[in-house]
């Protein structure tokens, strides 16, 4: 049975695109077969930096239609570990129109994992509550961005019922680990994939990005054993 990982937060600013990027990197190393579904149709910077290297298609999932392409996507895909990088503003239409996956997925024969990525701010905590509501066959994993500081300063999640709920239900709560802004602002910047980074940075940032890789890989395997 192939997985497939949704990557959400559903507001902008907490590191989805980062964490996608490592997600496809990620898979890659193992020598997965790659499906990216890009939903942020504003901003399809991950779409725009992987699809010379995976499968990837573009769907507004704003619409119930979306949801339906989606779906018929990932039917003609069985072959491929499917990563979905949701778009800031989804939430609304995961309340109204997320039980058109969440009920399907055993027909799809897929496992769906999702990891929700968050910074130190309440709202991304309200939304996964939300989110948590409907898409009742996912195991939810947070993800707290190291980027906005060390686990004790995400105070709201650590004492947060929302956290509970999570654990409870077999979730992780996991770390995201800070990349240097030189590098960071580099892959963004030019729009690097991650391995091609690896290869072109000066030798300063290649060591950066390979320590970070290793952390990012460790964080993974949690999520993938």
């Known amino acids: 049975m192939k997985n497939l990982y949704m990557i959400g937060g559903s507001k902008g600013g907490t590191g989805k695109t980062m964490v996608c990027m490592s997600m496809i990197d990620y898979m890659r190393t193992r020598g997965e077969n790659v499906l990216l579904i890009e939903t942020d149709t504003s901003n399809p910077d991950v779409a725009k930096a992987y699809a010379e290297v995976v499968k990837t298609e573009t769907i507004?999932?704003?619409?119930?239609?979306g949801w339906i392409v989606m779906l018929d996507t990932i039917e003609h895909h069985k072959d491929a570990t499917v990563i979905v990088n949701t778009a800031a503003r989804n939430n609304l239409a995961v309340t109204e129109f997320g039980e058109i996956l969440n009920d399907n997925l055993n027909e799809l024969k897929r496992k769906?994992?999702?990891l929700w990525v968050i910074n130190r701010q309440r709202d991304s905590l309200e939304l996964l509550r939300e989110?948590?509501?409907?898409?009742t066959n996912s195991k939810t994993h947070v993800v707290r961005?190291?980027?906005?500081?060390?686990?004790?300063k995400?105070?709201?999640?650590e004492k947060s019922k929302i956290k509970t709920s999570v654990e409870d239900a077999g979730g992780?709560?996991?770390t995201f680990p800070d990349l240097a802004d030189r590098v960071a602002d580099e892959l963004y910047s030019k729009r690097l994939r991650i391995e091609d980074a690896a290869k072109s940075?000066?030798?300063g940032n290649r060591a950066e990005l390979q320590r970070w890789r290793g952390e990012v890989k460790r964080m993974f395997d949690e999520v993938t054993k």
Do not use: P, R, W
């Open 60 to 65: 507004d999932l704003d619409e119930k239609d």
């Open 112 to 114: 769906m994992t999702t």
């Open 131 to 135: 989110f948590m509501e409907t898409m």
């Open 145 to 152: 961005n190291a980027y906005f500081g060390n686990d004790d």
């Open 154 to 157: 995400f105070e709201l999640y």
């Open 172 to 174: 992780l709560s996991l």
């Open 201 to 203: 940075m000066t030798i």
